[in-house]
């Protein structure tokens, strides 16, 4: 919602490409491909960001490239508005929203939720849920894979899974479980719901 008061959604679907690696340089064929806007719609974003600022862009070869303007006096607002409204959650939540129903949670771990990763570290997501598989969230995260330009690691748990990995202690779960998160589907709320009916069932 706080996306869609603040921005179109052709220009969510720019600052979110422009914005989640912020280094990298799109001209104007990737633009359209990766975010499926027109000639002439795209164009007209990239003229209007440009003009205020918000963006640079510099000529290799025959193409024009565009990326953020580190020196425009918003840049660490709009990359942080940008990361928690339509960035890396917004676009791993459509690609996740056709298993919302099977998943009880899902949520990145690791590095990337720490904000210290390198340009291309794996985006680590785990998930758990019921009656859905690998193969099946595998075909859904190509397309998020393209548009953050980087791989995404799922770790697939189904509930009763879970709880057994809690009920071992398993190193792995525990650590993640202390780490930082930023949940994609699902909140704390139903994670901790997971682990204290867990907890429940142990005494």
């Given amino acids: 919602m706080i996306a869609q008061a603040l921005f179109t959604p052709a220009q ?29 719609s795209a164009q007209r974003e990239l003229k209007r960001l440009h003009e205020a600022g918000v963006i640079v862009s510099e000529r290799i070869g025959n193409v024009r490239r565009f990326k953020p303007n580190r020196d425009c006096m918003v ?13 890396l959650v917004s676009v791993l939540n459509s690609a996740l929203a056709p298993l919302q129903h099977v998943l009880n949670v899902a949520f990145v ?18 998930l758990i849920g019921e009656n859905t598989s690998y193969g099946e969230l595998l075909s859904r995260l190509p397309v998020a894979e393209r548009l953050l330009r980087r791989k995404i690691n799922p770790n697939l748990y189904t509930l009763p899974d879970f709880k057994r990995r809690l009920r071992e202690q398993q190193g792995f779960i525990l650590q993640v479980l202390r780490e930082q998160k930023i949940y994609v589907l699902g909140d704390e709320t139903d994670l901790e719901k997971i682990v204290s009916e867990q907890s429940a069932a142990a005494e």
């Fill in 75 to 87: 840049y660490e607002e709009l990359t942080s508005v940008v990361k928690k409204t339509f960035g």
């Fill in 109 to 126: 771990y690791g590095a990337t939720a720490k904000e210290h990763e390198g340009m291309n570290t794996p985006v680590e997501l785990l």
């Fill in 12 to 40: 969510q679907k720019l600052l979110g490409l422009l914005f989640i690696r912020t280094t990298d340089g799109y001209h104007l064929n990737e633009i359209m491909r990766l975010t499926g806007l027109g000639s002439a």
